[in-house]
């Protein structure tokens, strides 16, 4: 398995951009899907983002279309998430998720490997 961490949650003002990052340790990372899902208080885990493993097939939740960008890094074992034109909704606890998988998956049960999540609080 994939060992992960997230970071760059934090407090933001609604309208404005958080980046997180999640940085991957462990086996080839480059072999991995990578997702983005959170959670917020009382609620099931959602997903976000995904990615597939080469960066060149990405899917979005509709929630968050058009202002989200998910990318990743091999050479860093990195992926990103960028967060533009913030909502209270978006207000949650994200985590970054490795499959092992060719396809892009959207379903967290099929994920292997989970960080341990970063708070992001949009304050309207």
């Known amino acids: 398995q994939v060992q992960l961490v997230e970071s760059g949650g934090g407090l933001v003002q609604a309208g404005g951009s958080l980046r997180l990052s999640c940085a991957a340790s462990g086996r080839t990372f480059s072999m991995y899907s990578m997702g983005w899902f959170r959670q917020a208080p009382g609620k099931e885990r959602e997903f976000v983002a995904a990615?597939?493993?080469?960066?060149?097939?990405?899917t979005y939740a509709d929630s968050v279309k058009g202002r989200f960008t998910i990318s990743r890094d091999n050479a860093k074992n990195m992926v990103y998430l960028q967060m533009n034109s913030l909502k209270s909704e978006d207000t949650a606890v994200y985590y970054c998720a490795a499959n092992s998988r060719i396809v892009v998956i959207t379903t967290p049960y099929e994920y292997d490997s989970w960080g341990q999540g970063t708070q992001v609080t949009v304050s309207s």
């Open positions: 990615i597939s493993r080469s960066g060149g097939a990405t």
